[in-house]
């Protein structure tokens, strides 16, 4: 599904991101899961009664991670 050197990264909300998390975990591989991290998608105040909803995340999942070439090693 991914080549050597290949990585996904997936936008999600919160209302499926565990979703997505099994899904890829199922599809890639738990021992292929790289990062889930939130990421902020609105600054300000508070509009309603509710809590607001200020991020989403972002889930990562990697074929091989030793053949990424990062920091130009040779």
Known sequence: LLSE???VF???DDKNQ???KGL???VFGE???L???PRITKKGGKTTETIQKNNDYIISNFYNISS???FNKK
């Open 5 to 7: 050197n290949g990585v």
């Open 10 to 12: 997936c936008s999600i």
């Open 18 to 20: 565990a979703y997505v």
């Open 24 to 26: 890829f975990d199922e």
């Open 31 to 33: 021992k292929y899961f």
């Open 35 to 37: 990062f889930c991290i």
């Open 68 to 70: 990424w070439n990062l």
